[in-house]
């Protein structure tokens, strides 16, 4: 079958850096993806990792290692808005080229 | 950019009401996805459809049908709403994906549907 585990809630500080962690089981693995949904708003894209490696955009780094079944969301300068859930999905050929198996989410609270 | 709509953000049935939730995207994408999502458990696959009339069950589809009879709409029915179908409703879409691009799938804002 197939698992994603993400903690549930994280809490840091404004200005700071915190990193999200997400691990994955699944053979037919081609792709990790990071989401970010604020409270009753929907998922927007944030990063894609398919080959080993770090990922920097801006604030957000993404990083994959396949080998290990683990991707991190880094986020550096935190800022208020920043405060959401953070949803890791990865997509397995096993099933289709078109489905994405999603985490539970990690809710990030930013404090001042 | 790319724009999904859902017919309602909120709704509230009754039990055992026919229930339609409507999608629409102005991309001109072949994917489209049905998910409900609940606390503690992430995203959960209702359907998708990848073409006009084609339809594959995802994760969840019992209680559910869908209808896609036009590229840029896609239909969630609730033929006998139950209260375990109270959630969040969440249409996506995508462009087709190929092995190791990156697709992105585009969310609209959701439906919370309440079935009392």
């Known amino acids: 079958g197939q698992n994603i585990d993400q903690p549930t809630e994280m809490t840091a500080t404004e200005g700071a850096i915190v990193q999200i962690n997400c691990t994955y089981q699944t053979s037919g693995f081609n792709g990790l993806f990071w989401y970010q949904q604020h409270a009753g708003e929907a998922p927007t894209f944030l990063s894609y990792n398919v080959l080993d490696g770090l990922e920097e955009k801006g604030r957000f780094s993404s990083f994959l290692s396949r080998s290990k079944g683990y991707s991190y969301l880094l986020l550096k300068e935190l800022q208020m808005k920043d405060s959401a859930s953070y949803l890791c999905a990865v997509r397995d050929m096993r099933y289709s080229n078109y489905q994405l198996i999603w985490g539970a989410g990690t809710k990030l609270i930013i404090k001042p | 950019d790319v724009k999904v709509t859902q017919s309602s953000r909120y709704l509230v049935k009754r039990t055992g009401e026919k229930v339609f939730l409507e999608c629409v995207q102005d991309?001109?994408?072949?994917?489209m996805f049905w998910y409900r999502q609940d606390p503690g458990l992430g995203l959960r696959l209702i359907y998708f459809?990848?073409?006009?009339?084609?339809?594959e069950k995802g994760d969840i589809p019992e209680g559910y049908s869908v209808s896609r009879e036009k590229k840029e709409r896609f239909s969630l029915i609730l033929e006998s709403a139950s209260t375990n179908q109270t959630s969040m409703y969440l249409c996506a879409s995508s462009l087709p994906s190929g092995r190791g691009l990156m697709i992105e799938q585009y969310f609209g804002p959701g439906t919370r549907l309440t079935v009392t």
């Open positions: 991309m001109d994408h072949e994917n």
């Open positions: 459809s990848y073409d006009v009339k084609m339809k």
